[in-house]
C-alpha cells in the first residue's frame, strides 16, 4: 500500500471517529468552526464510545476490500449498540441520505444528524432497524455470529463480515456459533469474516478471551476450525497496513477456497481464516479524564466525558479536533471529494446492498 492510500484511509476512519464522536454530544457548531460552548452541547449524553473506534476501523478496510475486489458484503455488529459508528459510516458512503433525504450531506445535514442521535424523537443508539445496512440490531448480545452464517447459507456469493464484542463473545449462543464453519458449504453457500474485537472489557469488567495470551487464542481458534490472524496494536497508521495486508490475505483465501470446491470438485472441509483484532478500547479517544485513564479501560464503554465542568468542555474539544475535521470535509460540510472516490458506489455500499 503506498503512502497515499495509506492517507486516504486514515482520512476515511477519521472521519467515521469525528462524525460517531459527534452524535454522543453535538448540538450545534458541527464543524466546530467556533469555539466549542455548553448551548452546543446535549444536556443528556447517551450512547456508546468503547466499541466504536474499532468498528469505524474494520469498516474502512472492509470498504478497501470491497472496492479492490468489487466483493457483495454485508456488515454484521455484534457490539451494535455502539450504533452511532454504523450511522456514521452509512452516512459518509451516501446510503444515509438516500433513505432519509432530510439529513443532507452538508453542514446543516450534519447538524440534524449528531443532534439526532440517541434523543427525544430521533434515533436509536443501537444500529436499530431503520438504519440502512442494519440486519442486525445488537441490544441483546449473542446472536452475531449465527445471524452471519445464516446470512451467507445458499448466497453463494455473499461475504458478510461478523464483528463480535470479547464481551459478546462471553454469552452460550455464540460461545456455539462458532462451530457453524462446520456447516458452511464452499460449494453454494457464500463467506463469514469473523472479526473478533478483543478490546478488553464488557462494560465493567475484564473479558475472558482478555486474560488469554496470544498463543491460547491461537491455539483455540485453531482448534475450532479456523485460521485466525491477529491483527494487535494502537498507532492507526501501523494498523492500516496491516489491517489492509491482513485482510488482502483474507480474501484470497476465501476465493480460494470457493473456487477449489466449486471448480476443482474439493469436497474437504476448508479451514476458514478470522481476523483477532487486538485494540484498546476507545481507541484515539481521550486518553486521560478526571485523572482517571479512559482509553483503553472499562471506562472508555459509554460517554468518555461527561461533560460536568469547564474543564470537560476544553477536552471535549480537544478530542473531537484531533480527527482534523478541517481536512475532512469541505467548506459546505460534505466528505471531501478525494476521500468520496475511496468508497464502493451504488449496491456495493453495505448502507445499500440488496
Ligand atoms: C445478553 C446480554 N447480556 C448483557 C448485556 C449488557 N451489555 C451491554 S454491552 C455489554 C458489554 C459488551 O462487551 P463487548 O461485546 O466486548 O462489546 P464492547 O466492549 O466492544 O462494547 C453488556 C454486558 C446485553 N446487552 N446482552
Redesign the pocket.
Known amino acids: 500500500m503506498n503512502e497515499k492510500e495509506l492517507n486516504l484511509l486514515d482520512k476515511y476512519f477519521r472521519a467515521a471517529n469525528y462524525v460517531s464522536a459527534c452524535q454522543l454530544y453535538l448540538l450545534d457548531n458541527p464543524l466546530l468552526k467556533e469555539p466549542l460552548r455548553k448551548e452546543h452541547i446535549k444536556k443528556k449524553i447517551v450512547g ?1 464510545w ?2 466504536v473506534p474499532a468498528q469505524n476501523f474494520i469498516y474502512t478496510h472492509l470498504d478497501r476490500v470491497i472496492k479492490k475486489y468489487n466483493l457483495d458484503m454485508i456488515y454484521v455488529s ?2 451494535g ?2 450504533g452511532n459508528f454504523l450511522v456514521a459510516n452509512t452516512y459518509l458512503e451516501g446510503s444515509y441520505t438516500e433513505f432519509y433525504p432530510n439529513i443532507t450531506e452538508d453542514e446543516e445535514g450534519l447538524k440534524k444528524l449528531f443532534k439526532q442521535f440517541s434523543f427525544p424523537g430521533g434515533i436509536s443508539s443501537h444500529a436499530a432497524p431503520e438504519n440502512p445496512g442494519s440486519i442486525h440490531e445488537g ?4 446472536y452475531s455470529l449465527a445471524h452471519a452464517y445464516g446470512a451467507v447459507f445458499d448466497n453463494p456469493n455473499l461475504i458478510a463480515a461478523c464483528v463480535i ?4 463473545a462471553e ?1 452460550g449462543p455464540l460461545a456455539t456459533s462458532w462451530h457453524s464453519n462446520k456447516f458452511l458449504n464452499p460449494k453454494t453457500d457464500g463467506a463469514v469474516i469473523p472479526i473478533l ?1 478483543l ?1 478488553g ?3 465493567s469488567n475484564p ?1 475472558v478471551f482478555s486474560r488469554m495470551t496470544n498463543k491460547e487464542l491461537g491455539s483455540f481458534f485453531y482448534g475450532l476450525g479456523y485460521k485466525p490472524y491477529l491483527v494487535e496494536g494502537d498507532d492507526p497508521k501501523v494498523m492500516h497496513r496491516l489491517m489492509a495486508k491482513t485482510m488482502d490475505n483474507i480474501i484470497m483465501q476465501i476465493k480460494d477456497i470457493w473456487n477449489s470446491a466449486r471448480n476443482d470438485n474439493n469436497n474437504k472441509m476448508p479451514r476458514w481464516p478470522m481476523i483477532i483484532l487486538r485494540t484498546p ?1 476507545g481507541w484515539t479517544g481521550p486518553k486521560i479524564v478526571d485523572g482517571k485513564r479512559v482509553e483503553g479501560t472499562f471506562r472508555a ?1 459509554q460517554v468518555p466525558i461527561s461533560m460536568e465542568s469547564e474543564e470537560h468542555l476544553k477536552q471535549l474539544e480537544s478530542w473531537l479536533k484531533s480527527y482534523h475535521p478541517e481536512e475532512l470535509f469541505d467548506e459546505n460540510g460534505r466528505l471531501k471529494e478525494e476521500i468520496r472516490k475511496y468508497l464502493p458506489k451504488g449496491n456495493k455500499r453495505m448502507g445499500a446492498t440488496p
Open positions: 456508546h468503547g466499541t455484534g457490539p449498540h455502539g441490544g441483546e448480545l449473542g464484542g470479547d464481551g459478546e454469552t474485537n478490546n472489557y464488557k462494560i473479558t478500547k464503554h
